[in-house]
Each structure stands twice: as structure tokens, then as C-alpha cells.
């Protein structure tokens, strides 16, 4: 069982930055395929970025040279920086961890969900 909380959303202005973090609690972090998605207002959940157990990062093209992910397995602990906000970015952010994932942008591959962070990002 991993419980996963979500932190540093907020609102920012277009071309800001801000640092999300996801801490999880439990065992076995690191055993972990961890990942963030976002749902922005009236469409479907989507994948952002992700990071396998052994490190290897997914970023969706969406977001890439922009948004970067990495994980701190002594902290248990994922973390989204994005840079160059867009007004297009506002959404809620997601974490997810889960086992034995073969698509890292399947949503259905991920047994655990943070509650969500608001990002807003003004023009």
C-alpha cells in the first residue's frame, strides 16, 4: 500500500516556474514506476511525465524543454519542475506510482493516486 500527497501547486504568471513535489509513504518506493498527470478543466486525465525504478525518465512532448521530472528514493520522494509556465498548463497535477507498468502514460497502469495539486497560470 503507498499513499501519495501532492504539494507546491499554486498560481503563477505565464512564464513563471514552480516545483511540484509527491511524497509517498509506505515501502518500496524505489520498486516503484512513479508519474505525474494532469486534468485540465472539462478534458481527460493525461500523462506528463514519468520514472521508471531505474531511473529512466519519460517526458510527453506536450510539456518536453520545459517540464522536468526526477525522484529521490531516500525521500520518497518525485518531483515536477516546470519552467515557462503556459496558460495552457492550468490543471490539477496528479502523482501516481505503480508496479509492473508497461504504458507510463496509461493512466489504468498505476495503482495509487495523490489527491491533487491546483496549478493556475494567468496571461
Known amino acids: 500500500q503507498v499513499q501519495l500527497q501532492e504539494s507546491g501547486g499554486g498560481s503563477v504568471e505565464s512564464g513563471g516556474s514552480l516545483r511540484l513535489s509527491c511524497v509517498a509513504s509506505?515501502?518500496?518506493?524505489?520498486?516503484?514506476?512513479v508519474a505525474w498527470f494532469r486534468q485540465r478543466p472539462g478534458q481527460e486525465r493525461e500523462a506528463i511525465a514519468a520514472?521508471?525504478?531505474?531511473?529512466?525518465?519519460t517526458i510527453e512532448n506536450s510539456v518536453k524543454g520545459r517540464f522536468s521530472i526526477s525522484r529521490d528514493n531516500g525521500q520518497n520522494t518525485l518531483f515536477l519542475q516546470m519552467n515557462n509556465l503556459r496558460p495552457g498548463d492550468t490543471a490539477v497535477y496528479y502523482c501516481?506510482?505503480?508496479?509492473?507498468?508497461?504504458?507510463?502514460?496509461?493512466?489504468?497502469?498505476?495503482?495509487?493516486w495523490g489527491q491533487g495539486t491546483q496549478v493556475t497560470v494567468s496571461s
Open positions: 501516481a506510482a505503480g508496479l509492473y507498468v508497461a504504458d507510463t502514460a496509461a493512466p489504468i497502469e498505476y495503482q495509487y
Open positions: 509506505g515501502n518500496r518506493f524505489s520498486n516503484y514506476c
Open positions: 520514472v521508471n525504478s531505474d531511473g529512466t525518465t
